[in-house]
Structures are given as structure tokens and as C-alpha cells.
């Protein structure tokens, strides 16, 4: 069988990265608060008319947020596949990848704080 090309295989790649965000959005409950929450961002960021450069951070912020819960919640789900029972083990796995999660957000948060606080008051 012929190998397929490397831009065959690349697109490819970006189909099965499109289901699983798709996924990700329409089965967790905590991706789609996260994705309501970028829109009113994006939203405010167009009301308050910010710079090129904040759009840079918020964006990045978003993103970092949105992609760390994605690695999240494939490992809650690698967890729960490997391990279906209560472990103590698996629960500390679980517990620092949300603990990751929070980091990021509470991050994004100083940002949208650092770039919106200044508009507002």
C-alpha cells in the first residue's frame, strides 16, 4: 500500500483535532461555560475597542484556558478508563490536572482584569 503525503496526513490531523474540540465542546459542561465566557470577552474587547496587543494576551489567555481544560479532560477520561473504580492515586492525578485548570484560569483572569480594569474605572 502506498504511504499517503505528508499534506494528505496533515489534513488529516486537523480533521481529527476539529472532532475533538467538537467533542470536547458538546460533551463537558465546564468547556462551555469557558467558550461563553471567551465570547463575552471577545465582546468586550470589540465594546472597549482594545489594542493589538491586548487582543494578543486575551486571545493567548483564552486559548491557554481552553486547551488546558482539553488536557484535563483527557486525563480524567484516561484515568476513568484505566482505573473505573475509586483509587486515591488516580483522585491525586485528577486533582492536580484540575489544580492546572485553575492556575491557568485564575492567570486569565489577571489579564482580563489588567486590560479591563483601567477601561471601566
Known amino acids: 500500500m502506498p504511504k499517503e503525503s505528508f499534506a494528505k496526513n496533515r ?6 483535532a476539529m472532532r475533538g474540540a467538537l467533542l470536547l465542546v458538546r460533551t463537558e459542561g465546564s468547556i462551555k ?18 489594542s493589538n496587543t ?33 483509587d486515591s492515586k488516580i483522585g491525586f492525578i485528577k486533582d492536580i490536572s484540575a489544580g492546572a485548570v485553575m492556575l491557568v484560569s485564575i492567570g486569565a483572569s489577571i489579564v482580563g482584569l489588567i486590560i479591563y480594569l483601567p477601561k471601566v474605572f
Request: net charge negative; hydrophobic share 65%.
Open 33 to 50: 461555560i469557558q467558550v461563553f465566557i471567551a465570547m463575552v470577552m471577545t465582546a468586550l474587547g470589540f465594546f472597549f475597542e482594545i
Open 54 to 86: 491586548e487582543w494578543i494576551l486575551q486571545i493567548l489567555a483564552i486559548a491557554l484556558v481552553m486547551g488546558i481544560e482539553g488536557v484535563n479532560t483527557a486525563i480524567e477520561k484516561l484515568c476513568d478508563f484505566v482505573q473505573p473504580e475509586f
Open 11 to 16: 489534513i488529516k490531523s486537523v480533521g481529527f
